[in-house]
């Protein structure tokens, strides 16, 4: 593949065919796509009830700022209790990995304590754990017709409504999501 044919920083959508947890009916947004695999976050799945406040007192950060009722998402069952943080440009630490022109995503304990101490990025949303694929695997799953991908937005990225996601990124496509074969073309 060459570099324009990866796809970090777009959208992976499930086929309806893929039915197998997590992934059924999961949107990931990729973070890295290249030759050595790829990495990314599913962004319409929580992880259970906790929320960011959980997640500030087990690491013993005092939340300073008002961070309502924030939740925590799942994002992949590649180190589940590895904490990533997916988030705006306008906040970077020294290990944050600029995925996008506005999207970054760091993994390191400072970016929490900024977010507590209301310094933290304009969005942000926090996922245990990851998606991840090994060498050329992402791209079988997409040619045998697991996955669509789409340009991410702002709202499907960010926002809380996890339920319709999936939906409103198919909608991106402007497809009829009953009209999706789970057969693969081939010239």
Known sequence: ????????????IAMP????????????????????????LIVNQRAGTMKFQDVFSQLEVEAAADIGDARVHFGGPVEPRRG??????????????????????????????????????RRAMLALGYAGWSAGQLDKEIQSNSWLSVEPD?????????????????AKLGVDITMLSSEAGHA
């Open 17 to 40: 065919q893929l039915t197998e947890k997590p992934f059924a009916r999961s949107l990931i947004y990729l973070c890295a796509h290249n030759a050595d695999g790829a990495m990314g």
């Open 154 to 170: 702002d709202a499907l990225l960010f926002d809380a409504d996890l339920d319709t996601k999936w939906h409103r990124a198919i």
């Open 84 to 121: 990533f943080v997916l988030h705006s440009t306008d906040r970077l630490e020294e290990s944050s990995m600029i995925v996008a022109e506005d999207v970054a995503l760091t993994s390191t304990i400072d970016i929490l304590r900024a977010i507590a101490e209301g310094q933290g990025p």
């Open 1 to 12: 593949m060459s570099d324009s044919q990866y796809l970090t920083g777009q959208f992976l």
